[in-house]
C-alpha cells in the first residue's frame, strides 16, 4: 500500500520469520528487486580469455550511468547462440544496497551474497529444468514492477518493466474513486463481482501499457538475435490470478503464455 511505514512492516516480518526458524547455522543470499539493479548487455570482441576482465571494467565505466565509486558490480560471459562471446553486467548503487542490508544486519545475520530477482529467479528455473535450451520469455509481475526475462540456450537478458499489481489497483481507485485498500478488493474479488465488466473496463488500460511494454521489450531482444522466435512466455507472480490477463497477453502477443 502507498502509505505504510514499509521499514516497521519490513522488520516485523524479519522478527516473525526468525521466531519460526533458526538460521545460525545457514548460509544467507539476500535478493535485491530487480528495479533497484542495473543489467548491460554487449557483444565482446574475439579475444584471448585473459583480456576479459580489463575489457569488460571498460565496458562496464561507459556502461553504468554512476560513479564506479558508487556501485558495487559483477558480470558473467554467455555464449549466445552465434558462437559470439557475450557479458552480461549487473550493478547495483552501493547506498541501495545498504538500505536492503539493513533488515538483515539488524537481525544479527551475516549474508554470504546479494543477487538481483531476475537472476535468482532465471537461476531457480534453470535449475528445475522449466528452462532448458529453447528459447523462452519470462514475465514475473511484482508489486510495483515486474521482470521480463528472456533465456535462450546458455544466455540470458533481462530487463524491468515499471508497472504491477499496484498499477491495476490505482486504477480503481481513479476511476471508482475508492481508497486504495477498497480497490484492493474490488481487484481481488473481480471475477465473483456482479459489476466485473465495469472492473475490467476500468483496467484495461494498464493491461494495454503491460502488453505494449513487453512487446516493446520483446522486439529489442529479438532485433539484436538473428534468427530467435519466441513463442512461449511462463507466467508468474499474483498478478495473473486476476482473470484475463494470460488470456490478454497471448492473444495480443502471439505466444503461449503458461502461468
Same mark, same amino acid.
Given at each position: 500500500?502507498?502509505?505504510?511505514?514499509? *521499514?516497521?512492516?519490513?522488520? *516485523?516480518?524479519?522478527?516473525?520469520?526468525?521466531?519460526?526458524?533458526?538460521?545460525?547455522? *545457514? #548460509?544467507? $543470499?539476500?535478493? $535485491?528487486?530487480?528495479?533497484?539493479?542495473?543489467?548491460?548487455?554487449?557483444?565482446?570482441?574475439p579475444v584471448d580469455k585473459k583480456k576479459i576482465p580489463d575489457i569488460v571494467?571498460?565496458?562496464?565505466?561507459?556502461?553504468?550511468?554512476?560513479?564506479?565509486?558508487? $556501485?558495487?558490480?559483477? @558480470?558473467?560471459?554467455?555464449?549466445?547462440?552465434?558462437?559470439?562471446? *557475450?557479458?552480461?553486467?549487473?550493478? #547495483?548503487?552501493?547506498?541501495?544496497?545498504?538500505?536492503?542490508?539493513?533488515? $538483515?544486519?539488524?537481525?544479527?545475520?551475516?549474508?554470504?551474497?546479494?543477487?538481483?530477482?531476475?537472476?535468482?529467479?532465471?537461476?531457480? &528455473?534453470? @535449475?528445475?529444468?522449466?528452462?532448458?535450451?529453447?528459447?523462452?520469455?519470462?514475465?514475473?509481475?511484482?508489486?510495483?514492477?515486474?521482470?521480463?526475462?528472456?533465456?535462450?540456450?546458455?544466455? &540470458?537478458?533481462?530487463?524491468?518493466?515499471?508497472?504491477?499489481?499496484?498499477?491495476?489497483?490505482?486504477?480503481?481507485?481513479?476511476?471508482?474513486?475508492?481508497?486504495?485498500?477498497?480497490?484492493?478488493?474490488?481487484?481481488?474479488?473481480?471475477?465473483?463481482?456482479? @459489476?466485473?465488466?465495469?472492473?475490467?473496463?476500468?483496467?484495461?488500460?494498464?493491461?494495454?501499457?503491460?502488453?505494449a511494454e513487453v512487446q516493446r521489450s520483446i522486439g529489442f531482444f529479438t532485433s539484436s538475435r538473428r534468427g530467435v522466435?519466441?513463442?512461449?512466455?511462463?507466467?508468474?507472480?499474483?498478478?495473473?490470478?486476476?482473470?484475463?490477463?494470460?488470456?490478454?497477453?497471448?492473444?495480443?502477443?502471439?505466444?503461449?503464455?503458461?502461468?
Open positions: 500500500q502507498p502509505d505504510v511505514d514499509r *521499514e516497521a512492516l519490513v522488520n *516485523e516480518a524479519m522478527k516473525k520469520f526468525l521466531d519460526q526458524h533458526d538460521l545460525s547455522k *545457514e #548460509m544467507i $543470499v539476500v535478493g $535485491v528487486p530487480g528495479q533497484h539493479t542495473l543489467a548491460r548487455f554487449s557483444k565482446l570482441p571494467k571498460y565496458e562496464a565505466q561507459q556502461q553504468i550511468p554512476f560513479d564506479m565509486d558508487e $556501485v558495487i558490480w559483477d @558480470y558473467q560471459t554467455f555464449n549466445s547462440g552465434e558462437g559470439e562471446a *557475450e557479458v552480461g553486467i549487473f550493478a #547495483m548503487r552501493r547506498e541501495l544496497l545498504r538500505n536492503h542490508l539493513h533488515f $538483515v544486519a539488524t537481525s544479527d545475520l551475516e549474508p554470504a551474497a546479494v543477487q538481483s530477482g531476475p537472476l535468482a529467479l532465471y537461476n531457480g &528455473l534453470k @535449475y528445475d529444468g522449466i528452462v532448458g535450451e529453447d528459447p523462452v520469455a519470462i514475465l514475473d509481475i511484482g508489486t510495483q514492477n515486474a521482470d521480463l526475462i528472456v533465456a535462450e540456450g546458455g544466455s &540470458l537478458w533481462t530487463r524491468n518493466i515499471p508497472i504491477g499489481g499496484n498499477n491495476f489497483t490505482e486504477a480503481l481507485s481513479k476511476t471508482f474513486k475508492v481508497s486504495f485498500r477498497k480497490a484492493e478488493n474490488l481487484k481481488r474479488d473481480a471475477a465473483k463481482s456482479k @459489476y466485473a465488466r465495469h472492473i475490467f473496463q476500468a483496467m484495461r488500460p494498464v493491461f494495454a501499457d503491460l502488453v522466435r519466441l513463442t512461449k512466455l511462463l507466467a508468474m507472480g499474483a498478478a495473473f490470478k486476476l482473470p484475463g490477463l494470460q488470456k490478454f497477453l497471448q492473444q495480443n502477443l502471439g505466444m503461449d503464455v503458461i502461468r
